[in-house]
Nanobody, 117 residues
Framework: QVQLVESGGGLVQPGGSLRLSCAAS????????MAWYRQRPGKQRELVAT???????NHADSVKGRFTISRDNAKNTVYLQMNSLKPEDTAVYYC???????????WGQGTQVTVSS
């Protein structure tokens, strides 16, 4: 059982950077995988990046080299550092977790990222 709260979104110009945070109410040691998803306007939700409990990361081709997922177990928080942002990165970003009881919790409100001049 875990509660996730996304934050850090906002308006940024193309080429800029943002760092998203996902704070978990429980210990990160009991979370197997943390994932960032996004939903762009008019599109289905898509997987952006994952990080496992041993630190292994994976990033979608569309963001590889620009976005970096990381975690801080002491803070029970996972991050998504987004650099070289493009207008097509505009989306609502969500975090999700795989723990002992499966994926969850239910999708929250996410945090909005808007990349525009």
């Amino acid at each position: 059982q875990v509660q996730l709260v996304e934050s850090g979104g906002g308006l940024v110009q193309p080429g800029g950077s943002l760092r998203l945070s996902c704070a978990a109410s429980g210990s990160m040691s009991r979370i197997y995988v943390m994932a960032w998803y996004r939903q762009r306007p008019g599109k289905q939700r898509e997987l952006v990046a994952t990080i496992t409990n041993d630190g292994t990361t994976n990033h979608a081709d569309s963001v590889k080299g620009r976005f970096t997922i990381s975690r801080d177990n002491a803070k029970n928080t996972v991050y998504l550092q987004m650099n070289s942002l493009k207008p097509e990165d505009t989306a609502v970003y969500y975090c999700h977790a795989l723990g002992p009881t499966g994926w969850g919790p239910p999708w929250g409100q996410g945090t909005q990222v808007t990349v525009s001049s």
